[in-house]
């Protein structure tokens, strides 16, 4: 409850803060929509000349790839100081301050940015889920709103604690910000139906770097309304065991902190 | 008598990987790192008593910093252990920094582009300081620091020493029992030291706070603390009061006669007077000589009626010990103790 | 003659600073070419399924060969075309070290362009030859044949490196304007954004309609990736090579003469503010 209180607080300033530069934060948004929207455009051509993607519909298709943006454009916009952890507070020992704070680091880390740039994610997001969902007919239950309010928490998650457990590995190395960007890149793959992929890359994305749970897998549940258990279970099973194995791994991080100067 | 904090053999060691000049130092550094460990802290200990100004002193790379950052619980000791205030800093964290402040003289704590106001809200909700204290604490920090001239600006446009005041004010809001200073006078003009040193100084006398500060400035020492700590290449050299620094290292002082008649400069010479065993130095021109001894191998007196032996002088001062005399000595001779 | 050895004995150092930068954060810079290289086999994957799915052997008349060859050229191209200048520029007119620049007797440019020559070395010779060799392997083993052409290929190199210099001047006046803007990443994204989809990188020109195309082609953002890339893959004529390397040498005098005028201007600025 404190932290929910603290949280606004935290809100509060960030935007005061963002009053005093006004446009340039709207840069990252826009630039953001248009990425996306030139995506779009490279779908629209590619089913301009084919009927369906390995059995997926264009406006199926677009479902996976909104559905992908939930979580991503969450985590964007709640977490993105993290970025900062591996590239730059660690090895300037920034971190220093918030290890004498008594409230908890990774929380205090994350609550003190607000990434208004994400707006343009969470635009694109539901512009695309917009259009798709109506020309689609989606079994619809009493439990696909709790479910889908699940699957977006806990897909949430798995971004969340992956981008803290690379974060945290700059604790050891002072700086990993490229680790983190290395791992953001294999996300993307999420955005397309696993069943295009090879069996190599299947595995990894699934097992390994479970990025496919975070759009692909909940997304066809929810399109087909089959294999409920592997598509959103998976989902939240990926996201607590990664939540606990990235709190375990920030708190051993804490321990080796070196911070900076003499 | 009840301890604030009491640090029992710390140790802590860092790693370093060297790496040899030079593009092919770089290449082998990647393949095979030449790494190296480094004793920045080393088995030390020590006792604070509640209410105490300790000031930590040492040259540059002593490991001043190393000690406060494990004593406020940012680096975790190799070995050893600190307890202040009752607490592990490194176990019981949360619960720790509560009641104790920091101050890191060259990085602000401050929210750089919000007014100065809006960053002592925001540490109001993380300390969670209720209305009514916060209310009255703003007050008395306005009051010791006067914040009230720049409160609404944005950090970012503060004055160094504006800033600095700031910064302390935010580490005092939520009333700590211990206030840790890292250089908290660094680069600031002499009024704006003044000014810092009297609000330590209140707030200690007033509230019995605890403070540890370290400093290059050896004028905060003699002015603020009862005690020092010197250390040097991690290990404690000297743990006393400033006093009996004095006595164990010489009783070092300065004296400088004016000269009657100019024909009289360069008539003296204290070195062949007195030999070497006082640490004689001096400086002589055609109107004044100035000279520097230890006081507890040659006499005031003696250095006087030398003096006057041999020239005829019009006036003459003596200054009292300076320690930065004796640190500067200690330095030197690479302090074993 | 002694001019030029003069030019380089100031300009070497940058370059084997440039070098060592890079050596010393390999790390990052493996982590960096790993994690943009997974864009290209999305793409890849993707097109698989696009093949897979349609009933012709070609797709608005690129075969799947031609595809694999355009995704992973276009890839090396602006892997290698891509240029950090803006932000060395905008960091240093923002911290005022830009003044240190003005009063050194080197040109402003030259030592960034001379660094980053040093970054570039180590990134060909760690990706240009695994990449080309790997997509002509994958050429041989899908149709059997030796598909490499040595005329192409060099044609290539050639327009590869003004694709270079092209793309530093165009960084270079993009550096100047992103210092009114504070939000370098924002910006910086929008214009990633939109060069790659001028310069064909992220959907080739050849697909969008007629008249868009032939438009994008004369603009200079055709020639920073798409232009060398067609080249590689014998796309063009002997016409149109020679005419699309001469539209590169505009746009390149075109991007160095509008660097001049917005280095002019920003050293103007500059004298007025003090700075």
């Given at each position: 409850?404190?932290?929910?209180?603290?949280?606004?607080?935290?809100?509060?300033?960030?935007?005061?803060k963002l009053?005093?530069?006004?446009?340039d934060?709207?840069?990252?948004?826009?630039g953001?929509?248009?990425?996306?929207?030139?995506?779009?455009?490279?779908?629209g051509?590619?089913?301009?000349?084919?009927?369906?993607?390995?059995?997926?519909?264009?406006?199926?298709?677009?479902?996976?790839?909104?559905f992908?943006?939930?979580?991503?454009?969450?985590?964007?916009?709640?977490?993105?100081?993290?970025?900062?952890?591996?590239y730059?507070?660690?090895?300037?020992?920034?971190?220093?301050?918030?290890?004498?704070?008594?409230?908890?680091t990774?929380?205090?880390?994350?609550?003190?940015?607000?990434?208004v740039?994400?707006?343009?994610?969470?635009?694109?997001?539901?512009?695309?889920l917009?259009?798709?969902?109506?020309?689609?007919?989606?079994?619809?239950?009493?439990?696909?709103?709790?479910?889908?309010?699940?699957?977006?928490?806990?897909?949430?998650?798995?971004?969340?604690?992956?981008k803290?457990m690379?974060?945290?590995?700059?604790?050891?190395?002072?700086?990993?910000g490229?680790?983190?960007?290395?791992?953001?890149?294999?996300?993307?793959?999420?955005?397309?139906?696993?069943?295009?992929y090879?069996?190599?890359?299947?595995?990894?994305?699934t097992?390994?770097?479970?990025?496919?749970?975070?759009?692909y897998?909940?997304?066809?549940?929810?399109l087909?309304?089959?294999?409920?258990?592997?598509?959103?279970?998976?989902?939240?099973?990926?996201?607590?065991?990664?939540?606990?194995?990235?709190?375990?791994?920030?708190?051993?991080?804490?321990?080796?902190y070196?911070?900076?100067?003499? | 008598?009840?301890?604030?904090?009491?640090?029992?053999?710390?140790?802590?060691?860092?790693k370093?990987i060297?790496?040899?000049?030079?593009?092919?130092?770089?290449?082998k550094?990647?393949?095979?790192?030449?790494?190296?460990?480094?004793?920045?802290?080393?088995?030390?200990?020590?006792?604070?008593?509640?209410?105490?100004i300790?000031?930590?002193?040492?040259?540059?790379?002593a490991?001043k910093?190393?000690?406060?950052?494990?004593?406020?619980?940012?680096?975790?000791?190799?070995?050893?252990?600190?307890?202040?205030?009752?607490?592990?800093p490194?176990?019981?964290?949360?619960?720790y920094?509560?009641?104790?402040g920091?101050?890191?003289?060259?990085?602000?704590?401050?929210?750089?582009?919000?007014?100065?106001?809006?960053?002592?809200?925001?540490?109001?909700?993380?300390?969670?300081?209720?209305?009514?204290?916060y209310?009255?604490?703003?007050?008395?920090?306005?009051?010791?620091?006067?914040?009230?001239?720049?409160?609404?600006?944005?950090?970012?446009?503060?004055?160094?020493?504006q800033?600095?005041?700031?910064?302390?004010?935010?580490?005092?809001?939520?009333?700590?029992?211990?206030?840790?200073?890292?250089?908290?006078?660094?680069?600031?003009?002499?009024?704006?030291?003044?000014?810092?040193?009297?609000?330590?100084?209140?707030?200690?006398?007033?509230?019995?706070?605890?403070?540890?500060?370290?400093?290059?400035?050896?004028?905060?020492?003699?002015?603020?603390?009862?005690?020092?700590?010197?250390?040097?290449?991690?290990?404690?050299?000297?743990?006393?009061?400033?006093?009996?620094?004095?006595?164990?290292?010489?009783?070092?002082?300065?004296?400088?006669?004016?000269?009657?008649?100019?024909s009289?400069?360069?008539?003296?010479?204290?070195?062949?007077?007195?030999?070497?065993?006082?640490d004689?130095?001096?400086?002589?021109?055609?109107?004044s000589?100035?000279?520097?001894?230890?006081?507890?191998?040659?006499?005031?007196?003696?250095?006087?009626?030398?003096?006057?032996?041999?020239?005829?002088?019009?006036?003459?001062?003596?200054?009292?010990?300076?320690?930065?005399?004796?640190?500067?000595?200690?330095?030197?001779?690479g302090?074993?103790? | 003659?002694?001019?030029l050895?003069?030019f380089?004995?100031?300009?070497?150092?940058?370059?084997r600073?440039?070098?060592?930068?890079a050596?010393?954060?390999?790390?990052?810079?493996?982590?960096?070419?790993?994690?943009?290289?997974?864009?290209?086999?999305?793409?890849?994957?993707?097109?698989?399924?696009?093949?897979?799915s349609?009933?012709?052997?070609?797709?608005?008349?690129?075969?799947?060969e031609?595809?694999?060859?355009?995704?992973?050229?276009?890839?090396?191209?602006?892997?290698?075309?891509?240029?950090?200048?803006?932000?060395?520029?905008?960091?240093?007119i923002?911290?005022?070290?830009?003044?240190?620049?003005?009063i050194?007797?080197?040109?402003?440019?030259?030592?960034?362009?001379?660094?980053?020559?040093?970054?570039?070395?180590?990134?060909?010779?760690?990706?240009?030859?695994?990449?080309?060799?790997?997509?002509?392997?994958?050429r041989?083993?899908?149709?059997?044949?030796?598909?490499?052409?040595?005329?192409?290929?060099l044609?290539?190199?050639?327009?590869?490196?003004?694709?270079?210099?092209?793309?530093f001047y165009?960084?270079v006046?993009?550096?100047?304007?992103?210092?009114?803007?504070?939000?370098?990443?924002?910006?910086?994204l929008?214009?990633?954004t939109?060069?790659?989809?001028?310069?064909?990188?992220?959907?080739?020109?050849a697909?969008?309609?007629?008249?868009?195309?032939?438009?994008?082609?004369?603009?200079?953002?055709?020639?920073?990736?798409?232009?060398?890339?067609?080249?590689?893959?014998?796309?063009?004529?002997?016409?149109?090579?020679?005419?699309?390397?001469?539209?590169?040498?505009?746009?390149?005098?075109a991007?160095?003469?509008?660097?001049?005028?917005v280095?002019?201007?920003?050293?103007k600025?500059?004298a007025?503010?003090?700075?």
């Amino acid at each position: 409850m404190r932290y929910i209180k603290l949280h606004r607080i935290f809100i509060a300033q960030y935007l005061k803060k963002l009053m005093e530069y006004k446009a340039d934060f709207t840069l990252g948004a826009i630039g953001l929509l248009i990425a996306q929207a030139f995506q779009i455009l490279f779908l629209g051509i590619i089913f301009s000349q084919i009927p369906s993607l390995r059995g997926w519909q264009f406006e199926q298709i677009l479902f996976i790839y909104g559905f992908s943006l939930i979580s991503k454009s969450l985590d964007h916009l709640f977490t993105d100081n993290l970025w900062m952890v591996g590239y730059r507070i660690v090895r300037k020992g920034e971190f220093d301050k918030y290890l004498t704070r008594p409230i908890n680091t990774l929380y205090h880390v994350i609550a003190e940015n607000f990434c208004v740039d994400a707006f343009g994610e969470v635009l694109s997001c539901v512009l695309l889920l917009g259009y798709s969902i109506p020309r689609l007919s989606m079994p619809f239950y009493w439990y696909t709103i709790p479910l889908w309010i699940v699957s977006a928490v806990f897909a949430t998650l798995i971004y969340t604690s992956l981008k803290i457990m690379t974060a945290a590995i700059s604790f050891w190395t002072k700086s990993s910000g490229h680790i983190t960007h290395m791992l953001y890149m294999v996300n993307d793959f999420s955005k397309y139906p696993v069943s295009i992929y090879n069996r190599f890359v299947q595995t990894v994305i699934t097992y390994i770097l479970p990025f496919a749970f975070t759009a692909y897998y909940p997304a066809s549940y929810f399109l087909t309304g089959e294999n409920p258990l592997f598509c959103v279970g998976g989902t939240v099973v990926a996201g607590s065991v990664l939540f606990a194995l990235a709190i375990f791994v920030w708190n051993k991080g804490i321990g080796a902190y070196e911070s900076a100067g003499s | 008598m009840d301890s604030m904090i009491h640090v029992e053999n710390i140790r802590k060691d860092f790693k370093k990987i060297i790496k040899e000049p030079g593009l092919k130092g770089s290449v082998k550094a990647l393949f095979k790192p030449n790494k190296e460990i480094v004793r920045a802290v080393d088995g030390i200990s020590f006792d604070v008593p509640k209410g105490e100004i300790l000031g930590f002193i040492g040259p540059n790379g002593a490991g001043k910093s190393t000690m406060i950052k494990m004593l406020t619980g940012i680096l975790t000791p190799t070995s050893g252990f600190c307890r202040i205030n009752g607490c592990i800093p490194q176990q019981d964290r949360k619960n720790y920094v509560r009641e104790i402040g920091v101050v890191f003289g060259q990085r602000t704590q401050l929210w750089w582009d919000l007014a100065l106001r809006e960053t002592y809200a925001v540490l109001k909700e993380i300390y969670q300081v209720p209305d009514e204290q916060y209310k009255k604490r703003m007050k008395f920090l306005n009051e010791v620091l006067e914040l009230d001239s720049f409160i609404t600006s944005p950090v970012r446009t503060l004055s160094l020493g504006q800033r600095m005041r700031a910064d302390i004010a935010a580490s005092l809001l939520h009333s700590p029992k211990v206030l840790f200073l890292d250089e908290p006078t660094i680069g600031l003009d002499v009024v704006v030291k003044e000014n810092i040193r009297d609000a330590i100084m209140r707030i200690n006398a007033e509230e019995g706070t605890t403070v540890i500060l370290t400093t290059h400035d050896l004028s905060d020492i003699e002015l603020l603390c009862e005690r020092i700590v010197m250390i040097d290449k991690g290990k404690k050299v000297f743990d006393g009061a400033i006093s009996e620094l004095k006595r164990n290292y010489g009783d070092i002082r300065t004296m400088e006669f004016e000269l009657l008649k100019p024909s009289d400069g360069g008539l003296l010479d204290y070195l062949s007077e007195f030999g070497d065993k006082a640490d004689i130095s001096f400086e002589q021109d055609k109107t004044s000589v100035k000279v520097r001894f230890d006081a507890s191998s040659v006499s005031v007196e003696k250095i006087i009626s030398y003096t006057l032996s041999a020239v005829h002088i019009k006036d003459f001062k003596i200054n009292d010990v300076e320690i930065e005399e004796i640190i500067k000595k200690l330095y030197k001779s690479g302090v074993s103790a | 003659m002694s001019r030029l050895r003069r030019f380089l004995r100031i300009y070497t150092p940058f370059t084997r600073a440039g070098i060592q930068e890079a050596v010393t954060y390999r790390a990052n810079f493996i982590c960096h070419l790993i994690g943009e290289i997974m864009s290209a086999f999305i793409m890849y994957f993707v097109w698989k399924a696009v093949f897979l799915s349609s009933d012709s052997e070609s797709f608005m008349g690129f075969t799947m060969e031609d595809m694999v060859v355009y995704l992973f050229i276009t890839f090396l191209t602006g892997y290698l075309t891509y240029s950090d200048g803006a932000f060395a520029v905008g960091e240093e007119i923002v911290d005022g070290s830009i003044a240190a620049r003005m009063i050194r007797p080197c040109s402003f440019e030259m030592c960034f362009l001379f660094q980053e020559l040093g970054n570039r070395i180590i990134s060909v010779s760690m990706i240009f030859v695994p990449m080309v060799a790997g997509v002509e392997i994958y050429r041989f083993v899908l149709c059997g044949e030796i598909r490499f052409n040595i005329i192409y290929f060099l044609l290539f190199l050639l327009s590869l490196v003004i694709a270079y210099m092209i793309s530093f001047y165009f960084n270079v006046c993009y550096g100047f304007m992103a210092f009114f803007f504070k939000n370098l990443w924002g910006t910086t994204l929008i214009k990633e954004t939109l060069v790659g989809f001028l310069s064909g990188a992220i959907i080739p020109l050849a697909f969008l309609p007629a008249g868009v195309a032939a438009v994008l082609n004369l603009l200079p953002f055709a020639s920073l990736s798409y232009t060398p890339v067609m080249i590689y893959m014998g796309m063009y004529s002997p016409a149109q090579i020679a005419l699309s390397l001469g539209l590169q040498i505009f746009w390149l005098a075109a991007m160095i003469g509008i660097s001049k005028l917005v280095w002019r201007s920003a050293v103007k600025r500059l004298a007025v503010q003090g700075g």
